[in-house]
């Protein structure tokens, strides 16, 4: 198949969503999406939409909050933008059919209070926002008709069109759409656009412990870079320090709330911990409760550590987090009566795809949205609720600049592209070459750079990356492609850039802990770590 959208959107989480609604009022689009439309990030986000909602709250407080949390590497532009844009955005979900829990007498919005935060400012619907919001936004989409959704359609690589016209690449190069794999058929199919819009959500999937769901092998990233985009700050990996702990249970994620409520970290021996590691105790930034967390298992030799919540009526905990409750309750915790075992776990990118106020990557009519960009409004490290946020807002604005330039756009030459070739690959029926890889990259970059890194582990992991990366590439045109396949190739680029851009940062900033420098240095280091092919 070839075929041409206005606009091709690869990803379905919040921004991918919001971002079509918005620009399908004025043109064609198509969403591609690699397994089922509610397969994303976003809907297994529990806390919520961080915003200024409240008269005993104000933007400058927030904006503050954030720039703290970021340490010294968020653009400040950016901050503003988002505090200041935010509410009304929120308020626009609402008009969509988000059920945001109201607060008292069913006036105004009932916020939750998260770490890293000096005021109520996240509007919430229990603690399975990040489904509400998915659940309003495909009822949207479902009843929009100038919207096509592919389920089930994997994008492979972009279509540049220096290497369509067989040139050299060059900084005015221009994204014509992307080669995308239907998993239905096996076929790659070839999807031309005026404008395309990464939306792929983050790479949790590259460690061994990850909060997110199995979509998340980083492919929006690893594109963008192949193609020639730059990727900034990938070193900033936030690990969600409250990951429940329990072998059947799969990434499942104790929310940030849970501790926004009054949840306290104790060790085995029921000590609370986290005031010997940050002033800030419980409610510190995500980086410093999973340093603190990490640096009390690693002195205690445990396994995990609680998290206890049971001080606070019962009834308010199964009100406030349903979700929550059930599912540790499912496996044997009733968090009413005694406290949760959690651990840390990767679980958000900071970094990613380098991207203007509006959106546009560093090539013409690309664009990255959410987790897969890197806005500079989370610098160093997220604070949280921020990224659903960040989407919506960031959707928005990038429908606006698509619209003023949609004329413009449409009178650009439709230049013709090949299709895929196969050439004499074979298929593939070893599925452990597949997995063995898969396993490797995962468990080397858990133990080689997690939360707390040394120049030696990174200098090791590069070398072992170095020859599986050229392995990978083997297996990618030596076999028909796979859905396997095509993750593992973008997994292994992601690792790589990660560990290229931690070596490239000698200092301790935000999540980026290395112990041969544990000082953070702003005279050679404030500033964002920039990769391009």
Known sequence: MTDYSDVLIVGSGVSGLSFALKVARFSRVTLITKKKK???????????????LSVEDSV????????????????????????????DRVRELMDLGVRFQRGEN?????????GGHSARRV???????GKEIERALLEQIAATPNITVLEDHLAIDLLIESRARGTERNDGDRCLGAYVLNRITGEVETVRAGITVLCTGG????????TNPDIATGDGVAMAYR????????EFIQFHPTCFFNREAKNFLISEAVRGEGGILVNRKGEAFMKKYDPRGDLATRDAVARGIDAEMKATGADCVFLDITHKPADFLRDRFPNIHATCKKYGV??????????????????????????????????????????GLHGANRLASNSLLEAVVFAHRAAKMVENHMGEIRSLERIEVDPWRTGGAEILDESILIKHNWDQVRQLMWDYVGIVRRQKRLDLIRTRLGWMVKEIKEHFYDYLLTPDLVELRNLAVIADLIVQSASLRKESRGLHYILDYPDKNDRDYRRDTVLQK
């Open 38 to 52: 509610a397969d994303t990030a976003t809907n297994l986000a529990q806390g919520g939409v961080a915003a200024v």
């Open 60 to 87: 400058e407080a927030h904006i503050a909050d954030t720039l703290c949390s970021g340490d010294g590497l968020c653009n400040e532009e950016v901050v503003r933008i988002v505090t200041t844009e935010g509410p």
């Open 106 to 114: 069913g006036e105004g919005f009932d916020l939750g209070m998260e």
């Open 123 to 129: 509007a919430h619907a229990t603690d399975l926002t």
């Open 203 to 210: 790479c949790g999937k590259v460690y061994l412990y990850t």
């Open 227 to 234: 193609a020639g985009a730059k990727v900034a700050n990938l």
């Open 334 to 375: 009733d968090l009413t009566e005694k406290p949760i075992p959690v651990v840390p776990a990767a679980h958000y990118m900071c970094g990613g795809v380098l991207v203007d106020e509006w959106g546009r990557s560093s090539i013409t009519n690309l664009l990255a949205l959410g987790e897969t960009a890197c806005t």
